[in-house]
């Protein structure tokens, strides 16, 4: 049973950083591709970067291209996926979701970005950037 484990969200100033990190188990991710989005209050789930775990090419979208940078790691059997954000704006306060996808045979290429390409979720962490 795939599951992801979302970690490091909470409240920081405009300007400043935040990492976040996603704990992927239960699967072999060497094919897979793991994606983050984010959900604003009253706003539809948006795509927000992903990363091919066998490559480690990423794609992100264009609102937080040269601000966030994701990442992937294994360590003693843990696969960790984190989104570093920098230069954080009011704008970028949501939910954050990590997601697993294995229907793009790895590629990150291009994406995938919808969120119905994506099969497994975790539960989310929030991040608050305040004016």
């Known amino acids: 049973q795939v599951q992801l484990v979302e970690s490091g969200g909470g409240l920081v100033q405009a300007g400043g950083s935040l990492r976040l990190s996603c704990v992927a188990s239960?699967?072999?991710?060497?094919?897979?591709?793991l994606g983050w989005f984010r959900q604003a209050p009253g706003k539809e789930r948006e795509f927000v970067g992903c990363?091919?775990?066998?490559?480690?090419?990423?794609?992100?979208a264009e609102s937080v291209k040269g601000r966030f940078t994701i990442s992937r790691s294994r360590d003693n059997y843990k696969n960790t996926v984190s989104l570093q954000m920098s230069s954080l704006k009011p704008e970028d306060t949501a939910v954050y979701y990590c997601a697993a996808t294995w229907r793009s045979a790895g590629s990150a290429q291009a994406g995938p970005v919808k969120k119905n390409e994506y099969d497994y979720w975790g539960q989310g962490t929030q991040v608050t950037v305040s004016s």
């Open positions: 990363i091919s775990w066998n490559s480690g090419n990423t794609f992100y």
């Open positions: 239960g699967s072999t991710f060497s094919s897979a591709v």
